[in-house]
């Protein structure tokens, strides 16, 4: 018969909105909701699927080894890159991927069909709302959406599954950046949060020192630390009043700060640990403490988070769509355009384009005017699809070879 799902469980959605979540080591709960609040966080997760964001996905056919074209604009282009449904932009779509990989571990993505076949529809869906299930028959996913009227199970070839790290082909599901590697870190962040705010709140606790001449008994020292602390800890009481001491009380300042109790150093460690987590430089989330193993220049610095950072996630998403939306011997693909990240440098691709145009001194063209004009989105010109060649110097050889004769 039809399979249902056993032992099924609250989703993590639902957990955390009763505020239940896994537990970093430092005792405060760390869910996908409440990293966003760390702000490294925030702006690693922002950097990369911005990143993907911007990045237009094309559509090739092979033809030949290792060779291709691109593909004109179609349906599956404006899905991809415009409207993937009616309520969504193909900006929206990809952050939502993007996003649910990083903090969630999986992203999922209902393909609909029209009756002849072709997509109709990429529509994202809720990570809570789908169950991945794996019975006699094979893996089959359990979709409900009351919101969409959808309540069924849903073959593989219909969903597009975008896995995090460590896919586990037992649960069907991954790891999100913070279980696989930033929990700690990420639990350490919110914790010194939560530590700075009542340092600073209750600012005269550790920065004054009261000395009597005589000995106190326990419940006497407990009422005058309350009575001081009543009186003038925190910020609504800084400043107010000037402070009066009897009984031959005295009071000393102590020259602790948040930098001295390492608060600040122990912060920005923590920045760091997340950074290195997610694969962002620390530079792009505002880090700029220390120096930078990422190269110099923003050519170099992008291209390498292009290389290490960005082509994991997007080799995911690139292998999902082509096995599920393209038969596997049509020689049909869709890429990212990684090239895209560079556009803002335009020295850079300014030299990159003369030395791909050829030339005196840059020996032969690996692309044509028109070519190189079709990636700046320009019209063709007469004549612009020569490819250069350098001359080739055979003086030299002829001599040679008469000599030798």
């Known amino acids: 018969g039809e399979m249902r799902p056993q032992n099924v469980t609250y989703s993590d959605a639902v957990m955390e909105s009763f505020g239940v979540g896994s537990?970093?080591?430092?005792?405060?709960?760390?869910?996908?909701?409440?990293?966003?609040?760390?702000?490294?966080?925030?702006?690693?997760?922002?950097?990369i699927s911005g990143s993907i964001v911007s990045m237009p996905l094309h559509i090739y056919q092979s033809t030949g080894e290792d060779a291709r074209k691109r593909l004109q604009k179609d349906n599956l282009w404006f899905l991809l890159n415009e409207s993937p449904s009616g309520q969504y932009t193909a900006a929206s779509l990809w952050e939502y991927v993007s996003m649910a990989q990083l903090l969630r571990g999986d992203a999922f993505v209902l393909i609909r069909r029209s009756l002849n076949g072709s997509i109709k529809e990429l529509l994202p869906l809720p990570w809570g709302s789908v169950s991945p299930v794996r019975g006699l028959s094979g893996v089959r996913y359990y979709v409900n959406m009351?919101?969409?009227?959808?309540?069924?199970?849903?073959?593989?070839?219909?969903?597009?599954?975008?896995?995090?790290?460590?896919?586990?082909?037992?649960?069907?599901?991954?790891?999100?950046?913070?279980?696989?590697?930033?929990?700690?870190?990420?639990?350490?962040?919110?914790?010194?949060?939560?530590?700075?705010?009542?340092?600073?709140?209750?600012?005269?606790?550790?920065?004054?020192?009261?000395?009597?001449?005589?000995?106190?008994?326990?419940?006497?020292?407990?009422?005058?630390?309350?009575?001081?602390?009543?009186?003038?800890?925190?910020?609504?009481?800084?400043?107010?009043?000037?402070?009066?001491?009897?009984?031959?009380?005295?009071?000393?300042?102590?020259?602790?700060?948040?930098?001295?109790?390492?608060?600040?150093?122990?912060?920005?460690?923590?920045?760091?640990?997340?950074?290195?987590?997610?694969?962002?430089?620390?530079?792009?989330?505002?880090?700029?403490?220390?120096?930078?193993?990422?190269?110099?220049?923003?050519?170099?610095?992008?291209?390498?988070?292009?290389?290490?950072?960005?082509?994991?996630?997007?080799?995911?998403?690139e292998n999902e769509i082509n096995r599920k939306i393209f038969v596997r011997d049509s020689g049909r693909f869709i890429e990212f355009d990684r090239d895209a990240m560079q556009a803002g440098d335009s020295a850079a691709q300014g030299a990159f384009f003369r030395m791909a145009l050829g030339g005196p001194g840059s020996g032969d063209a690996i692309y044509t005017v028109n070519e190189i004009r079709k990636m700046r989105n320009m019209p063709p010109v007469d004549g612009g699809d020569e490819l250069y060649r350098a001359p080739r110097d055979t003086t030299n050889k002829q001599e040679n070879r008469e000599q030798k004769a």
Request: proline share 5%; with cysteine; glycine share 10%.
């Open 23 to 47: 537990q970093s080591a430092s005792g405060v709960t760390v869910s996908a909701t409440s990293a966003m609040r760390v702000s490294a966080v925030a702006a690693c997760v922002g950097r």
């Open 146 to 317: 009351p919101s969409h009227n959808i309540s069924t199970w849903f073959e593989p070839s219909e969903i597009l599954h975008f896995p995090g790290l460590g896919f586990d082909d037992v649960t069907m599901r991954s790891m999100s950046v913070i279980q696989y590697g930033a929990r700690n870190a990420i639990g350490g962040a919110l914790a010194m949060d939560e530590y700075s705010g009542k340092f600073f709140e209750g600012g005269a606790h550790p920065s004054i020192i009261l000395s009597a001449a005589g000995r106190m008994s326990p419940e006497q020292v407990s009422g005058l630390q309350n009575a001081f602390a009543n009186k003038y800890a925190g910020l609504s009481n800084a400043h107010r009043l000037p402070m009066v001491l009897t009984e031959g009380l005295t009071a000393k300042e102590i020259s602790i700060n948040a930098d001295d109790s390492q608060l600040l150093e122990s912060r920005r460690f923590s920045v760091l640990d997340i950074c290195r987590a997610f694969g962002v430089p620390p530079h792009l989330v505002g880090e700029t403490s220390g120096s930078t193993s990422w190269g110099s220049g923003i050519e170099s610095m992008g291209r390498a988070f292009v290389q290490y950072t960005l082509s994991p996630w997007l080799v995911k998403i």
